[in-house]
Each structure stands twice: as structure tokens, then as C-alpha cells.
């Protein structure tokens, strides 16, 4: 079994910067992708950004130049650092993985519990 906990969020005005972490824990042999999901108020949960195992990265239009995602292999960790935020940031930001562990040679996707981001004055 794999555990993903994020950590970082809270409330921070518009036109401010928070980092976002995510660890992942337990028999893990290896992570493929990994990413950052969020869910607005009252809304869907949609894709903010993802990285490969190789550092390749994606990002939803709505977010591109201001967020940034990178990972730490050695610490099965991603991290999610958002510059520029506006009031429409605000949600509950899940990070996700797939993940393989020693037990088993599937990957599994994994999510995390959430972590709730308000951007507000």
C-alpha cells in the first residue's frame, strides 16, 4: 500500500505565493507520474499540473507561468509551488501517483487526502 500526504496549504492573498508538497510513503518500488489535482468549491476535480519519473511536465492552461511542479525520486516527494494566485485558485488540492510496490508488478494510482488552498484578502 502507498500513502500520499500533502502538506502547505492555507490562505494567502491574491498576488501571493504558496508551496505545495506531497510525500508518498509505504513499500514503494517505483512512481511513474505524478500530479496535482484540484476541486474549486461546488466544482469538478480537474488536472492542475503532472510530472513524469523523467521530469517531463504538463500544466492546465489556466495555471501556466505562474505554477511550477518538480520531484524529489529520492523522497518519493512532488511539490507544487504556485506564484501569482488569484481568488479562482482557490480548492482542495489532491496530489495523485502511480505507483508500484514490492508486493505486486502493477501500478496502482494513488490520491492523497487534500490539502485546502483559499486565495482571499
Known amino acids: 500500500q502507498v500513502q500520499l500526504v500533502e502538506s502547505g496549504g492555507g490562505l494567502v492573498q491574491p498576488g501571493g505565493s504558496l508551496g505545495l508538497s506531497c510525500a508518498a510513503s509505504g513499500s514503494i518500488f517505483s512512481i511513474n507520474a505524478m500530479g496535482w489535482y484540484r476541486q474549486p468549491p461546488e466544482k469538478q476535480r480537474e488536472l492542475v499540473a503532472s510530472?513524469?519519473?523523467?521530469?517531463?511536465?504538463y500544466y492546465a492552461d489556466s495555471v501556466k507561468g505562474r505554477f511550477t511542479i518538480s520531484r524529489d525520486n529520492a523522497k518519493n516527494t512532488v511539490y507544487l509551488q504556485m506564484n501569482s494566485l488569484k481568488p479562482e485558485d482557490t480548492a482542495v488540492y489532491y496530489c495523485?501517483?502511480?505507483?508500484?510496490?514490492?508486493?505486486?508488478?502493477?501500478?496502482?494510482?494513488?490520491w492523497g487526502k487534500g490539502t485546502l488552498v483559499t486565495v482571499s484578502s
Open positions: 495523485d501517483a502511480d505507483a508500484r510496490t514490492y508486493r505486486s508488478s502493477t501500478y496502482y494510482h494513488y
Open positions: 510530472i513524469t519519473s523523467g521530469g517531463s511536465t
